[in-house]
Nanobody, 124 residues
Framework: QVQLVEFGGGLVQAGGSLRLSCAAS????????MGWFRQAPGKDREFAAT????????YYADPVKGRFTISRDNAKNTVYLQMNSLKPEDTAVYYC?????????????????WGQGTQVTVSS
């Protein structure tokens, strides 16, 4: 059983930056593909970014490509989401997720473990 806890959300002005962290426990972190998803009010949860288990492969949703960077530190059992040039439309609850898989995973239903989420609010 893997437990995930997100940190780093908050309120930021448009154009600003935030870094989210997701700390994992209870499993062999390096064997899990990790993902970040987000859910805005009244909308479905959507994919943002994913990173393969050893960090060799990453993939981003078009709305965040070029502004967000996903990374991981397997020694610290942590995955990060660096978010730059934030826009009001990035406002959402951000969730990290984990699945034991050989490569990147884009589909939410394929993830086995989820954190509780952290709120990111971008003001205009």
């Amino acid at each position: 059983q893997v437990q995930l806890v997100e940190f780093g959300g908050g309120l930021v002005q448009a154009g600003g930056s935030l870094r989210l962290s997701c700390a994992a426990s209870g499993g062999f972190f390096s064997t899990y593909t990790m993902g970040w998803f987000r859910q805005a009010p009244g909308k479905d949860r959507e994919f943002a970014a994913t990173i393969a288990r050893y960090g060799g492969s990453t993939y981003y949703a078009d709305p965040v490509k070029g502004r967000f960077t996903i990374s991981r530190d397997n020694a610290k059992n942590t995955v990060y989401l660096q978010m730059n040039s934030l826009k009001p439309e990035d406002t959402a609850v951000y969730y990290c997720a984990a699945v034991r898989a050989p490569g990147i995973v884009l589909i939410a239903s394929e993830y086995d473990y989820w954190g509780q989420g952290t709120q990111v609010t971008v003001s205009s």
